[in-house]
């Protein structure tokens, strides 16, 4: 059964330039400008920033959890063939995450 740490269970480039919690708490103007620089990258079509977007609205890290915000990002990714991209959109359908559960559809993503 997928859960939603599977999702996490890929890495990409991006994850290293995301904000970590190693035992210590960020600050929320550290989160804001991660936001906002990772926004504008994945807005220029930045493939790794359009997952590390994607990722922060389905973690709900520096912004409101909106599972079809995130969708939108990765299908971005997945539309110039980024292969995180589409295995997040089959993680979001297996795990009905902003769409209806859809196994057949998570399966063609994967």
Known sequence: MLTDTDVDSGTSPSDD???QLH???ISTTAIYQ????TSARAALGDKDAQIALGDMYREAKGVQQD?????GWYR????QGDAIGLRRIGYLYA????????????MEWF
């Open 67 to 71: 599972y079809q915000a995130a969708m």
């Open 23 to 25: 035992g210590a708490q």
């Open 17 to 19: 330039n995301r904000p």
């Open 76 to 79: 971005r990714a997945a539309d």
């Open 95 to 106: 795990l009905g995450l902003g769409v209806a559960q859809d196994h057949q559809k998570a």
């Open 34 to 37: 991660d936001f906002a620089q």
